[in-house]
């Protein structure tokens, strides 16, 4: 059955703090405020000890994105790395379908995506203090967001700040893109914890 998760155009990403557990763990809302998924950080115990040991920035990491029903959308992950690091994005079958690489700017983190044919599709960019991210895509025109912005419904649910606001034009028609995209954003937080 065809994936409905990536068809919306707002998400609304929650952190789920678990002071006892080494993964994070983000729930995912649409702007009805409707749990629609899950981001999931998984671990063995040998990434667990060396999380101890080792700084956060140059271990592997793998993220999943699972619906609402606990089915697999998407993973992004990391091999080892020691300066700028490549994250490759799959989708549900384990085929990649993207790559984020991040550039190095002071204050103002920037991750260009590209597609599996190391097209430039997508550039996030913005200022972390703020939390205000702007998505361009390759010929600079802005397509997407990521604030702690909220409205309607979703403003009345959540009211602290480490919650945060992904959006994406409406007539962006790539669907594989979309996802490589949205995957990047909506995992944006995970990935520059992991660089701390």
Known sequence: MKS?????NTYFIDEKVNFFKFENCY????????NIGAIKQKLNIGQKLLSLLISKTMLPFLL??????????VTI???????????????AQGEAIGYI???FKLFSPTFNIFNTSEELIAEISGDWKAWNFTIND???NQIGSISKKWAGAMKELFTTADKYNVQIEENYANLENKIAILA???TIDMVLKEKK
Do not use: C, V
């Open 4 to 8: 409905n998760f990536f068809e919306s």
């Open 27 to 34: 729930q995912i809302y649409n702007d009805k405020g409707e």
């Open 64 to 73: 999943e994105i699972k619906d609402s029903n606990d089915n697999l959308e």
């Open 77 to 91: 992950s990391r091999g080892w790395t020691f300066i700028l690091s490549k994250i490759t994005i799959k989708n």
């Open 101 to 103: 690489k991040q550039k």
């Open 138 to 140: 390759a010929a600079n």
């Open 184 to 186: 990047g954003a909506i």
